[in-house]
Each structure stands twice: as structure tokens, then as C-alpha cells.
């Protein structure tokens, strides 16, 4: 049995607390509206945050093991299994409320990994080639561009489009870990282009989850980030490095991935808001403070406005009808 089944079960369980603590950091620090590389140094400031950072670099280190035989459609829908486990925490640890339609695409989720992992293959890497090295260096690029771009949005479109934007980024750094992995000497490892593209893409895509777990749903912004970085990764490996699937399970593959992937994107459309960031964006106080608007409407003030909206999302279920850490 190959080694790579058990790196890929840690795997899933780091991702999963790190998931949850970077999301806690992030609502304790102050939201950014700009592609500012000094939000991962602020929340580098939070012990939370380096918990939480330690915890990812230990599912990517995993992860990258895991890739040395896996194939990468495998491992990059695993990766997306750490959103039940950060969901799973969520409710045990921060008493958030999960929304039936939520629950439900967690199974679908679960049942999805299990069908690829049943289906995949064990098999070593093939080289990518100088094209492909530059393919993912041009796509660096690209992401980091439209990040620029992307923090002007806020809410949940801002989880959504900067959670995909961090997912481009991290199936093109999976992309290189497959055959990164398959080094066979330190020389050679240290001396491979791909590693360096590995790292430029990760820190990218820190940097645009982080800014996407400040504009509300935890779930949402990992959610769009695994829909984003699985297909990528699964085409190339495919088409590219080798990937394989058990002869005859070919249909099981194909509907276990279309599975996962329909969680993650269904994930973006019912995600509650776990955070206050978002609201406060949404629900500015007014400029004469609260005073004056409750002078005009006692019943339409911003502070009674704002807890009957409260209200409706704890009737709804919603999480945000809880505070964040922050405010307890």
C-alpha cells in the first residue's frame, strides 16, 4: 500500500484546522481594500494566524508528499475534504450554524473524495517541461493582476472571486509539486525552476485567501478556492504528468470529481457568513451618529436596524447571528 494514503489523510485534517484559525485572524484584523502584502504581516501578528499557518505549511508539506504518487485530481479534492473538517470545528468550537442546504453539500463532498479515492491510480510523475514552467510563471502573473483588481469587492462576491483567484494560485503550485516531488536529490530539488514557482504561487495565494476570509464566509472563500484550483490541476495531470485511474472505475473517477466539485461551487451560493467584516462594510453607522438617526424614526435607527437584521439571519440559522471571537 502506497505511503501516500496516509499523507493524504493528515493531509485533509491540517488543512482543516488551519482552515478554521486563519479565518479567526482574519476577522481580527483590519479589512483590507487593497492587493497589500502587508496583511500577511499584520496577521502574522496573531498567534491564532501562525497556529493556523503552521497548520497549512504541515497539510502542504503532506500534501506535496502525498503528490510524489497520488495523482493530482485526488489529492486537490482532498484538499477540499479540510472544508468539512473546518466546518466540523466551526460548530464544536465557535458555535456556528451550519444551514441544512450547507450540511447536505458536506455529504456530497465526503461522498465525492471517496469515489476518487477509490478510482485513483498510484503512479509517479512525469516532467512538465520548459514550456510548461513557463505556462505556470505567466500564470503567476496573471493571478496577481486580477487580485489587484478583485479586493475592490466586498461581501460575499469578494470571498467568491478572491477565494478562486487564491485556488488559480494554488493548483498551479500543486501543478509543480508533482513532478518537484519525484526529485531524486537534494541538487536537483534545490535546482529546479518549479520550486521556485511553488513558492511564488503559494505566497500569492496566502495572500488572496487571507483578503478573502475578510469579506464574510469562511466557507464560501475555501469553498470557491477548491473549485478554482481543483480543475486545473486535474486537466494538466491528466493530459500532462501521468495521472492515473484504475482500469474499468474511469465513470467512478468522473463522478466523483463532478461530485466534489458541485459541493464546492454549491458551497458559494449557501454559505452563511460566519464573520462581521462584511456587515460592517455593508452597514456603515450614520455620518451624524447614532443619535440622529434615531431622532428622525425611533424604530428605524441604525443600531435597531442592523439587530432586526440580525434577527432575520438567526431566524434563517445564519452563523453570523454569532460574534466573532473578536467581539466576545
Not at 501562525?50 to 502525498?66: K, N, P, T
Not at 483567484?165 to 493548483?171: K, N
Request: aromatic share 6%; with cysteine; proline share 6%.
Amino acid at each position: 500500500m502506497s505511503s501516500g494514503w496516509f499523507f493524504l489523510a493528515a493531509m485533509i485534517a491540517a488543512y482543516g484546522v488551519a482552515n478554521l484559525l486563519q479565518s479567526v485572524a482574519a476577522t481580527r484584523t483590519t479589512v483590507h481594500h487593497t492587493f497589500d502584502p502587508g496583511l500577511l504581516l499584520r496577521l502574522a501578528g496573531h498567534r491564532t494566524y501562525l497556529i493556523g499557518l503552521s497548520c497549512q505549511v504541515l497539510g502542504f508539506v503532506l500534501a506535496f508528499l502525498a503528490r510524489r504518487d497520488l495523482p493530482l485530481f485526488l489529492v486537490q479534492a482532498s484538499v477540499a475534504a479540510g472544508l468539512g473538517v473546518t466546518a466540523l470545528l466551526g460548530v464544536l468550537i465557535l458555535k456556528w450554524r451550519l444551514p441544512l442546504a450547507e450540511v447536505a453539500l458536506l455529504g456530497l463532498l465526503c461522498g465525492g473524495v471517496a469515489a476518487l479515492v477509490v478510482s485513483a491510480r498510484p503512479a509517479p510523475a512525469q516532467p512538465l517541461g520548459f514550456v510548461g514552467v513557463c505556462v505556470l510563471l505567466g500564470a503567476a502573473v496573471l493571478v496577481a493582476v486580477a487580485g489587484f483588481f478583485a479586493v475592490r469587492l466586498h461581501g460575499a462576491l469578494g470571498s467568491v472571486v478572491l477565494g478562486s483567484l487564491a485556488g488559480c494560485a494554488f493548483s498551479a503550485a500543486a501543478i509543480a509539486a508533482r513532478p518537484l516531488a519525484g526529485a531524486h536529490t537534494f541538487g536537483a530539488f534545490v535546482a529546479d525552476p518549479l520550486l521556485y514557482l511553488l513558492i511564488v504561487h503559494s505566497l500569492v495565494g496566502q495572500l488572496l485567501l487571507g483578503l478573502a476570509m475578510q469579506r464574510g464566509s469562511t466557507t464560501a472563500a475555501v469553498a470557491a478556492m477548491d473549485a478554482a484550483g481543483a480543475v486545473p490541476a486535474a486537466i494538466v495531470g491528466l493530459l500532462l504528468l501521468g495521472d492515473r485511474i484504475w482500469p474499468g472505475r474511469e465513470w467512478l473517477a468522473a463522478v466523483g470529481f463532478l461530485a466534489t466539485l458541485a459541493a464546492v461551487i454549491g458551497m458559494t451560493r449557501y454559505a452563511e457568513p460566519q464573520h462581521h467584516h462584511a456587515m460592517a462594510h455593508q452597514d456603515p453607522p450614520a455620518p451624524g451618529g447614532p443619535g440622529k438617526g434615531a431622532g428622525k424614526d425611533p424604530g428605524k435607527g441604525p443600531g435597531k436596524d442592523k439587530a432586526a437584521k440580525d434577527g432575520v439571519r438567526h431566524a434563517r440559522g445564519s452563523t453570523a447571528a454569532y460574534p466573532s471571537p473578536a467581539r466576545r
